[in-house]
């Protein structure tokens, strides 16, 4: 948050003029035929991709565990999300998290008689951001005591045979992937829930772009990082192996 903060009058200045622009607009239909329509395709391409989904694979064995002890399927969290924005929208916010971080870290600079330059001004507004960040953490506690996985909270296997067993270059590497995560956000206009999650109902073409650059991105880093790693492990165990036998 600081680090975007620091950078924020250069970066303030990319890509010029800000403007609303939406998909109904361009093609000049209804908002109502077009948000109707990109439902139905999204639901659509969603149903087709999890089909192909590469990690379920991994997840076979969670089939028979109860629902919070096992992770949670797209189309029950994109529901519960979906009634989240709603509410928000209804109260007059702006469902974003990395407007919350920032609102959060403006909060408490403000502490310290700083002022940030990205947040010039504090608000009604910036309060609901920050403490709608700071509901994350019991949040998150909330959910692993009802999974009754206090206790066993880990990192994934495809984690640890990715990155490493050690802590320090794990935690480097989540601690420079977060960095880059929100000053990418930020400049953007957006993470993932405030960008596309909020954004595409209002048929955004910005948020469309920004969502369409997460996901294949994510996509991309996630088959080079752990599917391409996995399959790297797995081929040299399976030679070490056969070597073995053949010894």
Known sequence: MYVYDLIFPFVSELGGEQRFITWAMIVDVRYGYAAIISGMFFLAMVFTLDKFDPSKKFDQDQSGMPLLKREWGWLSTGVIAGLCIFASTA??????????????GAHVASLLDYTMQSVPSLSE????????????FPGALLSSYLAGT?????VTPLFKEAISSSMALRGGSVFSGAV???IGALIGGGCTTGAFMSGWPTLSVGSFA?????????MLTAHVIYFGRYHLVLGVKERFTLNLAND
């Not at 007059?92 to 959060?104: C, M, N, V, W």
């Not at 507004?125 to 994350?136: D, F, K, N, P």
């Not at 206090?150 to 880990?154: G, L």
């Not at 920004?210 to 994510?218: D, E, K, P, S």
Request: charged share 15%; glycine share 14%.
């Open 91 to 104: 109260l007059g916010e702006y469902l974003s998290f990395a407007g919350g971080f920032l609102a959060l």
């Open 210 to 218: 920004m969502g369409g650059v997460f996901f294949a991105t994510a």
């Open 125 to 136: 507004s910036t309060e609901w951001r920050a403490l709608l960040v700071v509901g994350l």
């Open 150 to 154: 206090v206790d066993k909270e880990t």
């Open 180 to 182: 880059l995560m929100i």
